[in-house]
């Protein structure tokens, strides 16, 4: 059988200009859908043509973010004053900057009620994972709530001995599988049914935990990260103990860069399996990043972030990072100080993790960030008590009639002049 040419050119054209070597171009619409996205992702910088204004109730800064699963369009924020606020990403209205210009301002829905709120800072808040109806809540002030969108109003609440450190709210394969994990800094993590509104089991470590995840391949295994380090897998249907534990060991090298048994050598502070379910990513306090093999749980490589910013301020609790996987690399968004630390990696073994870039815009140390899917936009806070839009390049180009307006205004005189 023969290849057509003319079927061939088109081909060979893309893979130039996408930037595919001729070694290892790949065929299908999925390809170029990655290799787009990894594109975009690697233009990101700060948007001028959106922003989110945000009301004198929210000056006290965002501490917690997240995007609904379902259509990536309403960003919950939780603030350092304990209030709640729903911004949506897909309704707007255009606010007059300078003659001709305009700047997109996203809708932001009325913050919760004064008797709803929380006394204290919010920890951690995210969606219900098939509904943007319901969302949840935790704070320093040791309550859970979990709350209606559309009345923002508090249908539910749980209260704890000590403060939450974190939660995370997943559903299952099944329709009847619905728990909410919930750490409070103590060896005990609680489990709640919101469907009959109370405790229903709690999974007893060995350890004070500081980070809980579902794991996305099964409904009944929880991931716990400790203040020591260590990450332990746990079948919540049997009383035994921990069903494994990640411990690093030599790689294909005969390395390993923690002398010690366990995942990392401080506390742990976030874990996240990627969308495909492949990877486990866990971060530390330090801001070490671990890849782990979800199948087998071996160790895959470190990613280190070193101190870059020149600030002083220190957050009021550990930032969460967040991540890209529908691309060919592996992208991770990391809180360094006032900046956050785009980390590129690939999902080979043997290839290391190399710095990309920073993305500089806040005054004082980040201290929340989401990263918006389906349009590859990073949002991040800070104690500069500012709410940044990072957009890929291209979404920056402004329509005709507007850019002649931003041509008019230019100054073009020379320093020499």
């Not at 923690?258 to 874990?271: E, F, R, Y």
């Not at 785009?342 to 043997?350: A, G, N, Q």
Request: with cysteine; charged share 25%; aromatic share 8%.
């Amino acid at each position: 059988m023969t290849t057509s040419i003319s079927s061939c050119v088109p081909l060979l054209i893309l893979n130039r200009e996408i930037g595919v070597a001729p070694g290892r171009r790949k065929r299908g619409f999925i390809d170029l859908h990655r290799c787009i996205i990894d594109q975009r992702i690697s233009t990101i910088g700060p948007s001028q043509l959106k922003g989110i204004p945000f009301s004198s109730q929210n000056a006290a800064g965002i501490t917690a973010m997240a995007f609904d699963d379902i259509e990536q369009r309403f960003l919950l924020c939780g603030s350092a004053r304990g209030n709640v606020t729903i911004v949506d990403f897909e309704s707007h209205r255009n606010a007059i900057i300078s003659p001709g210009l305009s700047r997109q301002q996203q809708r932001v829905i009325p913050v919760s009620n004064a008797k709803d709120n929380h006394k204290f800072l919010i920890t951690c808040c995210q969606f219900y994972p098939v509904d943007s109806e319901v969302f949840a809540t935790s704070s320093q002030d040791k309550t859970f709530k979990l709350w209606d969108s559309n009345s923002m109003t508090v249908v539910d609440k749980f209260a704890f001995e000590t403060p939450i450190t974190q939660f995370h709210w997943a559903v299952g394969n099944s329709a009847d599988s619905s728990m909410v994990a919930v750490s409070i800094a103590s060896s005990n993590v609680h489990l709640l049914d919101p469907r009959i509104g109370s405790a229903c089991h709690q999974v007893r470590c060995k350890g004070a935990v500081s980070a809980v995840s579902w794991q996305r391949s099964s409904n009944f295994v929880l991931m716990t990260g400790d203040f020591a380090g260590r990450i332990f897998l746990w079948d919540i249907r049997s009383g035994r103990s921990e069903l494994a534990e990640l411990v690093m060991k030599p790689t294909y090298e005969g390395r390993c860069s923690l002398k010690k048994n366990g995942a990392h050598s401080n506390q742990v502070t976030c874990i996240k399996d990627t969308n495909d379910g492949q990877f486990t990513l866990t971060m530390s306090l330090d801001k070490t990043i671990q890849m782990w093999d979800t199948r087998t749980l071996e160790y895959v490589k470190t990613v280190k972030i070193s101190d870059q910013s020149q600030s002083t301020a220190q957050t009021k609790k550990p930032v969460p990072f967040d991540f890209c996987d529908d691309g060919n690399i592996l992208w991770t968004f990391i809180p360094d100080g006032n900046n956050v630390a785009i980390k590129k990696i690939d999902r080979s073994r043997r290839i290391s993790c190399t710095n990309e870039h920073l993305l500089q815009g806040h005054f004082q140390s980040v201290t929340a960030i989401a990263y918006r899917r389906n349009r590859q936009e990073l949002i991040t806070s800070a104690n500069d008590r500012l709410a940044l839009i990072w957009t890929p390049k291209m979404d920056e180009e402004r329509p005709e009639y507007e850019q002649k307006a931003v041509d008019l205004h230019k100054d073009q005189y020379s320093d020499e002049d």
